[in-house]
């Protein structure tokens, strides 16, 4: 069967692509995008090690991640409508109210 | 190399593509298309991991619910960038992050791939199947974090409507 560590090693690549997305990209879309992808690779990670493991701990705590995903999302994009409501602009540098 | 195992190793290539698609197009929307399609890799290699209601959850959750609110917000804001720059100024920092990150998965990689240890269980499928399994371990041992994550879901949900919210009402 599939190496665990296989597994685990697709959950890096996947999480570093999420990380160098959140951070290098304008569009505040594509930014909580790749903050999508880099949860989905923890489950990926938590999944592969409760079926390794052999008990189901690891699915469970892979629901409850995505229900904050879920409430992440839903509130991420509220924000993304209200900062456009007063910026006109989906870019994320122009969003610089509360730098010092 | 049996059939599930390059089947795992297809899907899996197949989400990491669809993972550097969503993180370089140009355009909002075809990012949101390619992440459909990573989520839908991504409940292909959950089968093959036996997590069956996980991968139900995926394609119901993320790839219809999540993925439909985003794109419902891209066009409602309807604010595609016509500009050829799309990094921003700390794409050095950036850069640096993903080098530390990039050492990482080769330290992983070398580490595992001479000695493979702990391979995934054949089959680990209780009486009942998996979501049986998962629905009896989630409402007994976990059953005050599930409470606390439905209130997690009812806060997010006042927060959403009172941020999207046109102006309040005083």
Redesign the interface.
């Known amino acids: 069967?599939?190496?665990?560590?296989?597994?685990?090693?697709?959950s890096?690549?996947?999480?570093?692509?999420?990380?160098?997305?959140a951070?290098?990209?304008?569009?505040v879309?594509?930014v909580?995008?790749?903050i999508?992808?880099m949860l989905?690779s923890v489950?990926?990670a938590l999944?592969?090690i409760?079926?390794?493991v052999?008990n189901?701990?690891g699915?469970?705590l892979?629901?409850?991640i995505?229900?904050?995903?879920?409430?992440?999302?839903?509130?991420g994009?509220?924000?993304?409508?209200?900062l456009?409501?007063n910026r006109?602009?989906?870019?994320?540098?122009s969003f610089n109210l509360m730098k010092w | 190399m049996?059939w599930?195992?390059l089947f795992?190793?297809v899907f899996?290539v197949l989400?990491?593509i669809m993972?550097?698609m969503?993180?370089t197009?140009r355009r909002?929307v075809h990012?949101?298309i390619f992440?459909i399609l990573?989520?839908l890799c991504?409940a292909a290699?959950?089968v093959?991991?036996?997590?069956e209601?996980?991968a139900a959850?995926?394609v119901l959750?993320?790839a219809g619910?999540?993925v439909g609110?985003?794109i419902f917000?891209?066009m409602?804001?309807g604010?595609e960038?016509r500009?050829v720059?799309?990094?921003?100024?700390?794409?050095l920092?950036?850069?640096f992050?993903?080098l530390l990150?990039?050492v990482?998965?080769a330290f992983?990689?070398v580490?595992?791939?001479w000695n493979?240890?702990?391979?995934?269980?054949?089959k680990?499928v209780p009486a009942g199947g998996?979501t049986e399994?998962?629905g009896v371990?989630?409402y007994t041992t976990?059953l005050f974090?599930f409470e606390v994550?439905s209130i997690?879901?009812l806060?997010?949900?006042i927060?959403?409507?009172v941020?999207?919210k046109?102006k309040l009402e005083r």
Do not use: C
């Not at chain 1, 890096?12 to 997305?21: D, E, H, K, N, S």
């Not at chain 2, 720059?85 to 794409?91: E, F, L, V």
């Open positions: 069967m599939i190496p665990l560590g296989h597994v685990i090693i697709f890096l690549i996947i999480f570093a692509i999420g990380v160098v997305g951070l290098s990209r304008r569009n879309f594509i909580l995008m790749s999508e992808l989905n489950n990926i999944i592969g409760s079926s390794a052999g189901l701990v699915q469970v892979a629901i409850f995505i229900t904050v995903a879920a409430g992440e999302a839903a509130v994009m509220a924000i993304v409508v209200a456009y409501r006109f602009t989906v870019n994320v540098d | 049996s599930i195992q795992f190793y899996a989400a990491v993972a550097l969503v993180v197009r909002a990012s949101a992440l990573t989520f991504f290699t959950y093959i991991m036996d997590a209601l996980l959850i995926q959750v993320y619910g999540v609110l985003i917000v891209i409602l804001v604010a960038e500009e720059k799309q990094a921003h100024g700390q794409w920092i950036a850069a992050v993903a990150l990039v990482e998965v992983v990689v580490g595992t791939l493979p240890t702990g391979a995934l269980a054949s680990m998996n399994a998962l371990v989630l976990y974090p994550a997690l879901l806060a997010a949900m927060g959403a409507i941020l999207a046109h």
